[in-house]
């Protein structure tokens, strides 16, 4: 997304993310109040350390099928040691049944079983650190919402690692944090506080090789990189078994995807290569042979797309639309992120919303065409909402984004496996999570009213289940804060 206004050292924002990670590290409070009693008098929860949760049943639910992206009625899903133990039908796994014998049971008759949801697309440093803000502070967010797994998709890397690990110690208010690299990127990096710049393709292969040792999971490719070095960084990244995504301008996205990248990032890098007009991002051309030679590459080469619907939503009508910048779900975000995305809105206004709402509703309207038209292609579809940038609240924004890929056409079910099995794969992760299978990590989202019937009803949530960890959602949410 755009620049930021003031520039920052590398040096000094990695110098203010290690001091910020050493109080998280030794358990010194933030602004939160967390680290010793919260801002709310409770003492903070029990970390991994803890007593394991005891035996899990699920009696009955209808369990959603992501292989299949279809509802099984009647279904029991058992969980122990924090995996599911066994999927079967209620007549043969009940709470009768030997299996099942000292496990906690709920009666799942009425209601509704997903895998735990997977944000795709966050950042846990980037935007929190103008908020004034560490990542720690919004992770209930995410949980409290179903989201059990958060794909960070470019940060400051040391501060990551920290947040991963204080999100491992609190898993009653924490989703699992998936590691990226900086943003790879031109000279100077778009966003300095979290860019880095490689020169030549000779600067590749050590930088891949530290942020593989680091533990990331994806490699970005960000807004400055040249085709020469972006393609070095895909090579290099699959060597080392990496995912390589890409939110690209100077390194076209056909290119990128001939030379194997696995996935873009946002639909406008799809959409800034489709432009009548380079110089203005609503001249956009869906019905160009372009177009269709674009879309036909990316379908061909099996390339994900990250559409991000959420955050075009947000900059491009937040000037003048009531029910995007007064949306509902911005009221419990914290005062300190909400104070930020005021400030930012200065920014934003000569550049996204300086054309009238009527043009900016178009460009809208040709980015939910466009998420379409990948679909139709055959394009695997992820579900990502660059949460917490303005109008993305963390957490419940994963649930509009799923409304609005309804609204560009897809089906429930269709979105609920994007959500699920398909965030998964882009991790690498889908022989741990992303189903409800034997084996797999128990994080689940238990609803009370069916999804395929209205994908809306993703946010009617009776309980989260966190590696086999039975949670209330009101309880995690109260742990995170409001200033």
Known sequence: MPRPSDAIERRDFLKGAALAGAGLALGCGSESGRGGASSTGRPPPAGAGAAPAPPLLIHGANVFDTRTSTMRPGTSVLVRDGRIEAVAAATELGPASAAAEGAERIDGAGLFLLPGLIDAHVHVTHILYQSHMTGDEVLPFYLGHGVTSIRSTGDNVPAQRLIERYADNHPDISPNVFRCSFLIDGDPPWHPDIGWHLATPADVDPFVADMAAWGVKTLKIYVGTERDVGRRVIEAGHEHGLVVSGHLLD?????????????????????????????????????????????????????????????????????????????????????????????????????????????????????????????????????????????????????????????????????????????????????????????????????????????????????????????????????????
């Open 251 to 483: 390194y076209h996205t056909a290119d990128a995807v001939r030379d194997g990248l696995d996935c873009i990032e946002h639909i406008y890098t799809v959409s800034n290569f489709l432009l009548d007009d380079p110089d203005d991002r609503h001249s956009i051309n869906l019905d160009s042979d372009e177009a269709r030679r674009l879309i036909d590459v990316i379908a061909e080469h099996g390339t994900r797309v990250d559409p991000t619907l959420m955050v075009f939503w947000g900059t491009l009508l937040f000037i003048d639309v009531p029910e995007v910048y007064g949306h509902p779900d911005h009221d419990a975000m914290p005062a300190r992120l909400k104070a930020f995305w005021e400030r930012d809105r200065e920014r934003r206004l000569p550049d996204w919303g300086a054309a009238p709402l009527s043009v900016r509703q178009g460009t809208w309207e040709k980015y939910l065409r466009l998420t379409e038209m990948l679909r139709d292609a055959g394009v695997p579809l992820l579900v990502g909402t660059d949460a917490p940038e303005p109008q993305v609240a963390p957490g419940a924004s994963l649930h509009h984004e799923m409304e609005f890929l309804v609204e560009a056409g897809l089906s429930p079910r269709e979105v609920l496996t994007a959500a699920t099995l398909e965030n998964a794969r882009i991790l690498k992760e889908e022989e741990q999570r992303g189903s409800i299978e034997p084996g797999l990590v128990a994080d689940l989202v238990l609803l009370e009213a069916d999804p395929l019937a209205d994908i809306r009803n993703t946010r009617r949530i009776r309980n989260v289940v966190r590696g086999g960890r039975l949670l209330d959602p009101a309880s995690i949410l109260a742990a995170a804060p409001t200033h």
